[in-house]
């Protein structure tokens, strides 16, 4: 179920956001709504990074490497 809020911005910036969604084919509701959801699933992705960084820690290199090792392509 969607739910309305009450946002406020300056009235120009208004305007050319809608201009913007309007070339993009899309609104101003639907932009603000992946919005939203991007910013609640930041602190899980960070989350999910951490759990995969854990479950990779068994890897070494077994060595360390030199700058020029390190800086080769």
Request: overall charge positive.
């Amino acid at each position: 179920m969607l739910k309305n809020i009450t946002l406020s911005a300056e009235e120009e910036l208004i305007k050319s956001a809608r201009k913007k969604a309007q070339t993009e084919h899309t609104t101003l509701n639907e932009n603000f709504r992946r919005w939203l959801k991007n910013y609640v699933q930041a602190d899980s992705n960070s989350s999910n990074y951490k759990e995969l960084m854990k479950t990779l820690d068994y890897a070494s290199p077994g060595r360390k490497f030199s700058r020029d090792e390190l800086n080769e392509r």
